[in-house]
């Protein structure tokens, strides 16, 4: 992660999507401009439910862009929009220089087929293929011999380490199986564009850790320009490049994980990130800075870990941290303990109120 | 419902039931208001018939096209069959058992089949296979066609459900006629109304099963760059299939059933006109072992197609299957020609039995005229002519005194004002007993029967309801059949009475005693697989001809399922309510009577609605040994070739089942899962 590069994949200005009676009759002005939230009211007391309200955002070439909110806040909404499962209301979505909600009929079966690939939660494995079939599937639909198709679908189940269970039905595999299937198929046509909507959500807990790390293995071997749902702000923080933050259709915030978890835009979001263990979510680099005259000693400490590796220096004394890489990046012990008095004060916060 | 609501309504059921003592009283004075007015008896079956016999004859030239459409296939296949020497037919049969069911299903198959042959009636089963075979692909067609259609245009989904529950609650006899006009005598006459009859469990379990399919694997397989037609044909119909082929099943034992009922229009060979024949010479042998062929051919259709539904592993591969089949093919074509067939053996051994069945029922014949005549005179009389009809020195015994009948009001009166003093509604339940019990159910006045049945669809099922229980009503009235409609109703009612009663009460121990329920089970599974007709032998070998016999065999096929929703409801009442009153120091008896039979309510009025449809689609097969109601009406009409007449009837009685299911329905909820 984190080599993104700047080249912007997906655009995405002013979507809407509301769902309702007559959802169009509000969108056939640009009066809304003015005021998204007076329109978003409007259509509330009107007998309507705008499930996304005027998102905007980017996703760059090769990032892994988090999409979380609580149920209800409209994310499973914003990426169906984005897969065009649903339509929207108004908005541009620009990839690959087209609009993706202006094509439609065969332009649109065509970009699915070679160039998006969609997790689903519930796995959305046909029931009566097998795991080599299922991965196949995408490629048979469009007609691809059944020589060609099966070897790339067993390299794709050898990528997911399933190369053992190729003849399984889907209701002889573990739940961690089945989305390793569903993977492994979303995979299978080389996209460009990655989807994945609460891949893990209806995982056992244990293991969605392994499941994280395994998905994080993936998109380093693989480089996929990634939309990722979640209502999981561990999970958020763990994977994440950039998070998109939802509630009630709204982006509410747009940043880095440690931007979001820092400095939050408001009481909400703060309460959201309030339980997370910053000292585990915020990373080396995100509080690296140039270093400063003599670059420090002793070993250094690797740009994407936790900044919980450096705990046992820093008790034993240690001030100055050497960053991994040729940036000549630093790590100062202050930055660290000021995050750390954060840390201790949710901490207190959350005894004060169980008491 | 707020509480003055509740009010209102026991104020509006009061005030009819007051109304219905007037009119019982005003009766005595008009008999006007007792049955239905001659007067205003039109006659509709005259002028139906003059609008429907050119209708049907000038759609002749399609007739013939389609007749000649199904009869190619039939007779291929029939002549197939003919020409397969037995052990090849049965060796194939077995192979397909085996493939969809395993070893045991295998071993049964080939057990039933040689009894079949044993007992010399193979050609004749072969010739209703034949029909089957032909009926099944036609109805899973139209079925899976239909379904789909629905599916894409939800909106025509409320007309289709109504659509499918009139095609399978119209008695098949009452459209024999125009369906004769319109294909000539012969086999597809026959075939086109099982198909009608076979067809709606197809379409409904296509509707369901599309619906059912998961939405992510819509979304997934649209991901994947589906095309329409890809998405229906990859993604759905595979998903739905387990759905589609409980479909197959039930659309199979529907056209079995109902190819086994049109062979009264004989002409076939088959093993419906056999027990028909046999019934009619009161040959009890051979009509018992005519109905066992037809029993083992419809519990091995139902359990193979069934086992195809299944999914999972199986004992054979499909390769296997088909090289069985060649092989299967081989030896019919080294063994053919041969006359394999045993003689007159089988036949002579079931006519043997026949001297010991009669033995049989000679000797038990004072136990089941006991039975019969406590029935007889116990339920059905007072139900059927009243309090007011039935005591009479001839059947009870003693006269209609003023004194009986002042007791008979006081006494009913007091108990009526007694329980609603608690409860408003028992009250006045208790008080349209009565009255009912005083009259009978065909006596009730007329004007009366409107009134209710009115306020009770108004009420439940706004003015649809309303207008088709009174269009239905108005129909019987002026087409002269208001009386065998009521003996229809008053006959139903009975039937569920005592099916509830002992259906209810071995739902009750099954639900108690798993032993007990795995003992039912299979005897209630085979009684549900049995085609209707065949309940008719036993019947009819016990009692002789007459109204009691058709009682008997309806409650024979309609005993199943309150057994099975009583069970159902009692089994899944709600763990921590059960729990709640075993720590109160419920008895066993009072768990059942204030815990569990109230938390299992819903299910048991979906059991009551089961029930009451079994017994009218039994009716008319009922009818067939004697009774004096609708399904009788419409076998006069058959046999006068009386199209108007028949449909008429036919209406009627299909008024009188989506009525009481409707009414019923919008108690419990629609959208219920039928136990198995």
């Not at chain 2, 057990?111 to 296979?129: D, R, S």
């Not at chain 2, 359990?303 to 069985?324: D, E, H, K, N």
């Not at chain 2, 007694?418 to 009259?439: D, H, K, N, V």
Request: aromatic share 8%.
């Amino acid at each position: 992660m984190a080599q993104a590069s700047s080249r912007i994949m997906l655009s995405c200005k002013h979507l809407w999507k509301v769902f309702g009676p007559r959802p169009a009759y509000y969108f056939d002005t640009a009066g809304y401009r003015i005021d998204p939230e007076a329109l978003a009211a409007r259509l509330r007391g009107e007998g309507h439910i705008p499930a996304v309200v005027d998102a905007s955002f980017d996703v760059k070439q090769g990032e892994i862009f988090v999409i979380m909110g609580l149920s209800g806040s409209g994310k499973s909404t914003l990426v169906r929009c984005l897969s065009r499962l649903l339509d929207i209301e108004y908005g541009t979505m620009e990839f690959d220089g087209q609009d993706l909600a202006r094509i439609s009929g065969r332009d649109l079966i065509e970009i699915r087929r070679r160039k998006m690939g969609m997790v689903f939660q519930s796995f959305g494995l046909m029931p009566h293929l097998t795991a080599l079939e299922n991965v196949a599937f995408p490629l048979k639909l469009q007609g691809v011999a059944r020589s060609e198709r099966e070897a790339r679908a067993r390299e794709m189940l050898e990528l997911v380490e399933l190369g053992s269970r190729l003849d399984a039905l889907p209701s002889q595999l573990s739940g961690g199986q089945q989305q390793r299937v569903g993977i492994a198929r979303s995979l299978a046509p080389d996209p460009d564009l990655w989807f994945l909507d609460e891949p893990f959500s209806a995982l056992d807990p244990l293991i969605h850790r392994q499941m994280q790390d395994e998905f994080l293995r993936l998109q380093n071997q693989l480089k996929k320009t990634i939309v990722f749902i979640t209502h999981d702000i561990m999970e958020a923080c763990r994977l994440a490049d950039r998070i998109a933050l939802m509630r009630g259709g709204r982006i509410i915030q747009l940043g880095t994980p440690a931007e979001i978890l820092l400095s939050p835009v408001d009481d909400y979001v703060a309460d959201f990130t309030a339980e997370v263990a910053l000292s585990r979510a915020i990373r080396v680099r995100d509080l690296a800075r140039p270093a400063q005259g003599e670059p420090p000693e002793g070993p250094p400490v690797p740009a994407a870990a936790p900044i919980e590796v450096v705990l046992p220096a820093l008790a034993a004394g240690q001030r100055r941290f050497r960053v991994e890489g040729d940036g000549g990046l630093e790590l100062e012990a202050g930055a660290v303990l000021e995050v750390l008095q954060r840390d201790a004060r949710h901490g207190f916060r959350a005894d004060g109120a169980s008491a | 419902m707020t509480a003055p609501r509740v009010r209102a309504w026991h104020r509006v059921w009061g005030g009819m039931l007051a109304l219905s003592v007037l009119l019982v009283a005003l009766a005595q004075q008009f008999p006007q208001l007792g049955g239905f007015p001659t007067g205003l008896v039109l006659n509709l079956s005259d002028w139906l018939n003059a609008a429907v016999t050119p209708a049907f004859e000038a759609a002749r030239p399609l007739g013939v096209l389609l007749s000649a459409l199904a009869e190619t296939p039939l007779a291929a296949i029939r002549s197939a069959l003919a020409w397969a020497p037995w052990p090849a037919a049965i060796l194939a049969v077995v192979l397909i058992a085996l493939y969809s069911g395993g070893w045991r299903l295998a071993l049964f198959a080939a057990a039933a089949l040689g009894t079949v042959v044993a007992m010399g009636y193979w050609p004749k089963a072969m010739n209703t296979l034949a029909l089957v075979l032909v009926s099944v692909p036609a109805a899973v067609g139209i079925g899976f066609a239909l379904g789909a259609l629905a599916y894409r245009f939800p909106r025509t989904q409320p007309a289709l459900i109504v659509m499918l529950d009139v095609m399978q609650t119209w008695p098949a006899f009452g459209y024999l006629i125009p369906l004769l006009i319109l294909f000539g005598f012969g086999p597809t006459a026959g075939l086109a109304a099982s198909v009608i009859f076979s067809v709606p469990p197809m379409v409904r379990n296509t509707l369901v099963g599309l619906r059912e399919v998961p939405p992510a694997i819509v979304e997934s397989a649209l991901m994947a760059g589906a095309r329409p037609g890809q998405l229906f044909w990859q993604a759905m119909v595979p998903s739905a299939l387990p759905q589609l082929l409980v479909g197959v099943n039930q659309t199979t034992m529907a056209s079995l059933s109902m190819v086994i009922i049109i062979a009264i229009i004989g002409g076939f060979n088959d093993i419906g006109w056999e027990v028909l024949s046999a019934m009619r010479a009161a040959e009890l042998g051979r009509s018992l072992g005519a109905g066992l062929v037809i029993v083992l051919i419809a519990v091995l259709l139902d359990r193979i197609t069934r086992g195809f539904a299944r999914r999972g592993p199986r004992v054979m591969q499909a390769r296997w299957l088909l090289a069985g089949l060649v092989l299967a093919l081989v030896v019919a074509l080294v063994l053919s020609g041969q006359d394999l067939l045993p003689g007159e053996q089988g036949q002579r051994w079931l006519r043997r039995i026949d001297g010991w069945l009669l033995d049989f029922v000679a000797w038990s014949a004072p136990f089941f005229a006991v039975l019969r005549n406590a029935i007889t005179y116990g339920v059905m009389l007072p139900m059927r002519i009243g309090f007011s009809g039935s005591a009479s020195p001839m059947v009870w015994g003693f006269a209609l005194t003023p004194e009986i009948t002042a007791a008979y009001v006081l006494v009913s009166a007091a108990i009526a004002l007694l329980l609603g003093w608690r409860s408003p509604q028992r009250g006045i339940i208790a008080g349209f007993a009565a009255l009912l019990f005083w009259t009978g159910l065909p006596g009730f006045p007329w004007p009366g029967v409107f009134l209710v049945v009115g306020v009770a669809t108004w009420r439940k099922g706004g003015t649809g309801l309303f207008a088709l229980a009174m269009g239905g009503l108005a129909l019987a009235g002026l087409s002269g059949l208001w009386v065998p409609m009521m003996q229809s109703v008053y006959l139903c009612a009975v039937a569920v009475l005592i099916c509830f009663a002992i259906g209810g009460a071995l739902g009750v121990i099954a639900a108690e005693s798993d032993r007990f329920s795995a003992f039912l089970r299979p005897i209630s599974d085979t009684l549900q697989t049995m085609p209707q007709f065949v309940f008719l032998i036993p019947a009819l070998m016990l009692f002789k001809v007459g109204e009691f016999t058709a009682l008997i065999a309806i409650v024979l096929y309609a005993v199943v399922p309150p057994i099975r929703y009583v069970e159902h409801g009692l089994r899944n009442a709600r763990a921590d309510l059960v729990e709640a009153g075993v720590q109160m120091g419920a008895t066993t008896w009072q768990m059942l009577w204030q815990v569990k039979l109230p938390l299992a309510r819903s299910s048991v009025l979906l059991g009551l609605n089961q029930t009451i449809m079994a017994a009218l689609s039994m009716l008319v097969i009922a009818a067939l040994v004697g009774t004096r109601e609708l399904g009788q009406q419409v076998y006069v009409a058959l046999s006068r070739a009386d199209a108007g007449a028949g449909l008429i009837s036919g209406a009627i009685i299909t008024c009188v089942a989506l009525v009481s299911d409707r009414l019923l329905r919008s108690r419990s909820s629609i959208h219920r899962k039928v136990p198995e």
